[in-house]
């Protein structure tokens, strides 16, 4: 089959890889503009459009979807199938219905949870013990279409979402295999979503990052590895931001003692390689690794030696 292939990120990569060892054709790539990325901000290319270039497939890069040039050269290129893998950007009708067999989507949930644009991060972030990858047809409402193929896997709770996106990667590889052959071979089922019991996991922002010690320790654990890779679980104190990549929520349970309990965010333990903040209802979060803004990456033990840090400071929502 002559395929148009939507993608932008590393999780699309092994996708396309896969299609691209298979017998079917690769007519063309379409991905996000080329923008600012990483800390220096420097324009570059999407990972999809460098492993495109390397196997000299035609990219296409719209500004819109809808742009009238766009929408003309598709046409030409008759496409039998389109896959779309994390590309970033809602597709019209008239790009839906272009194929032959329609579009196909590789979405890293259980559909109909967490529909939208960080399913695999919002997952984490609820505490869910296990995700997956749904193979669905796309239709016009978001994330709505027929499942065709559905697969899960299980999520250790101390997995990170980069993890965790790097397994269903390759997951979302042999599936859409799977279903682009069954296609193929006209041996496809749909299954149709129960769309009441659907749930949206919208785009992260940096506001997502900022912990509320008042929450628990495993829903503040959760939060900070759900954002990693960005944008970060972070704090304040003393006025510095903090980035917190790795914890452990503590085996300990807190109380009173000479009448005073910890306030959340108050520093309980900072001696050696330990680092043990209290959190809300009475539980306490041990940071294993944490950044001071324009820092780098420290051990717990590395930063206590190097910075004057006591019990009773606390971390706070504010620079303070």
Known sequence: MK???????????????????????????IT???????????????????????????????????????????????????????????????VLTLPKFGLINAHASLLPK??????IQRAVMAGEKETGISVIKLVKEMDAGPILKLKKILIDQKETSTLIEQRLAE????????????????????????????????????????INWSASAMTIHNQIRGL????HGFTYLKKIRYILHRTIVADVILRNVDGH?????????????????????????????????????LSSRAFLAGHNIKTGLSFNINPL
């Not at 196997?55 to 819109?64: A, G, S």
């Not at 039998?80 to 809602?90: C, E, H, P, R, T």
Request: proline content about 9%.
């Open 3 to 29: 395929i148009i292939f939507f993608g932008t990120p590393n999780f699309a990569v092994p996708i396309l890889k896969r299609i691209l060892s298979s017998n079917h054709k690769v007519i063309a790539v």
């Open 32 to 94: 996000q503009p080329d923008r600012p990325r990483g800390r220096g901000k420097r324009i570059s290319e999407s990972p999809i459009k460098q492993l495109a270039k390397t196997n000299n497939i035609p990219v296409l890069q719209p500004q819109k979807i809808k742009e009238r040039v766009f929408l003309e050269t598709l046409t030409q290129l008759k496409p039998d199938l389109g896959i779309v893998a994390a590309y970033g950007k809602m597709l019209p009708e008239q």
């Open 171 to 210: 997951l979302a590889s042999s599936l859409i295999a799977e279903t682009v052959s069954e296609l193929e071979n006209n041996k496809i089922s749909e299954k149709e979503q129960d769309h009441d019991r659907a749930t949206f996991a919208p785009r992260l922002t940096k506001e997502d990052g900022l």
């Open 261 to 297: 309990r910890p306030k959340p965010g108050e520093i309980i333990k900072a001696t050696g390689d330990c680092l043990m903040i209290a959190a809300g209802k009475n539980t306490a979060l041990k940071i294993l690794e944490i950044q001071p803004e324009g820092g780098r990456v």
């Open 114 to 119: 967490y529909r939208g644009a960080a399913p």
């Open 228 to 231: 990693h890779p960005w944008p």
